[in-house]
């Protein structure tokens, strides 16, 4: 077995493509329409699958607002450098809520990021050719 995708549900489409594609540098990987059910999708990822898993935006069609809920964590995504992430993601327009820095309690640094619809993005400071790179 293996990790497919992670759906979010958008309440804009283009500003959350905008967002994963412009400030966290992924790629749009496809999107696909469903009128009869009024929702449209959108995947983003630095590669498809197989070789990574994919995030699943889905715009149910009206909808413009989710309640967050308490049990969501957050996606993370390994960085070879997660000061030069924050500031890359910044000068992009992005929203860094924890600025990089190491875990409390630890070594390894992290940093947090909100996208447009309030999910919390960790950024995972990984050496070089290390599994789960991202933000390039």
């Not at 994963?20 to 009869?36: A, C, F």
């Not at 983003?44 to 699943?56: K, L, M, R, S």
């Not at 400071?125 to 290390?130: L, T």
């Amino acid at each position: 077995m293996r990790l497919l995708h992670t759906m979010l549900r958008v309440g804009d489409l283009q500003r959350s493509i905008d967002f994963y594609t412009k400030v966290l540098g992924m790629q749009l990987l496809r999107t696909s329409e469903n009128p009869d059910y009024k929702y449209s999708l959108a995947f983003v990822g630095y590669e498809g699958n197989p070789a990574q898993a994919e995030i699943e935006l889905t715009y149910n069609w009206g909808t413009e607002h989710y309640e967050m809920g308490t049990a969501y964590g957050h996606i993370a995504l390994g960085v070879p450098d997660a000061y030069a992430a924050c500031d890359k993601i910044k000068a992009a327009g992005g929203n860094v809520t924890r600025e990089a820095g190491p875990v409390k309690g630890g070594t390894t640094v992290i940093a947090f990021v909100t996208d447009p619809d309030g999910y919390k993005i960790e950024l995972i400071q990984r050496q070089e050719g290390a599994e789960g790179g991202g933000l390039r």
